[in-house]
C-alpha cells in the first residue's frame, strides 16, 4: 500500500500557483519524498525529490514540514500544459525496497484558463 | 542524449499468447524497473534488474518474467495472457539505489491490450 495521502482533485487558474499537499505520516528517516506527474496515457515524469530540506528546481519547488510527515508541492506558475496527475512517494532506499516506487491514486490537478 | 525508449508502442494479443516488450534505458543507466498500470490506477511494481540480476519484485504472478542484457537494456515477459493483463507497461531506469543518480526515469509505455 502507498504510503501517502493525497487529495483526488484540485482546480488551478493559469498563471497562478498550485499547492499540491502531501500527508506521510508514518516516513522514516532514510525515505525521501518523490513528486512525478503523469500527463494522460504518457510515461510519468519526474519533478523533483527531498529527504528533509527544502527543495527547489526549475519545474517546482518541494517544502517538507520539519517532522517530515507532510509535504507541499508548489508549481509557482501553473499553465494549461501542467494538467496532469501528480503523485507524491515515498521511497527508501534499503535493500528490502531497493528503490521500487509505490504509486497511490494521486491528485487529477486541471489548469483552467 | 537519448532518454528511455519502449517498444512496441502498441500491441495487441488474444487470451493465451506470449508478449515481450523491450525497453533501453536512458544514457549512463543501469538498472531497469518495470511497472503496470491498469486504466485509473497508479502504477504498480513489477521487478527490477541490476547487473543482469532480478533485484526486487513486485506481487505479480511468475507468468511476469524479465531479463536484463550486458548492454543493460531490459525485457518484459508475460505467458499465458488473461484479459486483466491489458495495461500500459512503463519501464524506467536509473543508477542503482543509494547511488548519486538513483532517480528513476520514466519512458513513454507500451499499451498491451489483450482480447
Known amino acids: 500500500d502507498a504510503k501517502t495521502t493525497q487529495p483526488p482533485s484540485m482546480d488551478c487558474a493559469e498563471g497562478r500557483a498550485a499547492n499540491l499537499p502531501c500527508n506521510h505520516s508514518?516516513?522514516?528517516?532514510?525515505?525521501?519524498v518523490y513528486w512525478y506527474r503523469q500527463i494522460h496515457s504518457q510515461g510519468p515524469q519526474y519533478i523533483i525529490h527531498g529527504l528533509k530540506n527544502n527543495e527547489t528546481n526549475e519545474m517546482a519547488s518541494l517544502i517538507i514540514t520539519e517532522d517530515r510527515k507532510s509535504s507541499t508541492l508548489i508549481l509557482p506558475h501553473a499553465t494549461l500544459r501542467d494538467t496532469a496527475v501528480y503523485y507524491c512517494i515515498v521511497r527508501g532506499v534499503t535493500t528490502d525496497s531497493w528503490g521500487k516506487l509505490q504509486f497511490g491514486a494521486g491528485t487529477q490537478v486541471v489548469v483552467t484558463p | 542524449d537519448a532518454g528511455v525508449t519502449q517498444s512496441p508502442t502498441h500491441l495487441i494479443k488474444t487470451r493465451g499468447q506470449q508478449v515481450t516488450l523491450r525497453c533501453s534505458p536512458k544514457?549512463?543507466?543501469?538498472?531497469v524497473s518495470w511497472y503496470q498500470q491498469a486504466l485509473g490506477q497508479g502504477p504498480q511494481f513489477i521487478f527490477q534488474?541490476?547487473?543482469?540480476?532480478?533485484?526486487q519484485r513486485g506481487n505479480f504472478p511468475d507468468r511476469f518474467s524479465g531479463h536484463q542484457f550486458p548492454n543493460y537494456s531490459s525485457e518484459l515477459n508475460v505467458n499465458a495472457l488473461l484479459l486483466g493483463d491489458s495495461a500500459l507497461y512503463l519501464c524506467?531506469?536509473?543508477?542503482?539505489?543509494?547511488?548519486?543518480?538513483?532517480?528513476?526515469?520514466f519512458g513513454p509505455g507500451t499499451r498491451l491490450t489483450v482480447l
Open positions: 508514518t516516513i522514516s528517516g532514510n525515505e525521501y
Open positions: 544514457s549512463g543507466h543501469d538498472t
Open positions: 524506467a531506469s536509473s543508477k542503482p539505489p543509494g547511488r548519486t543518480g538513483d532517480t528513476q526515469y
Open positions: 534488474y541490476y547487473e543482469e540480476e532480478e533485484r
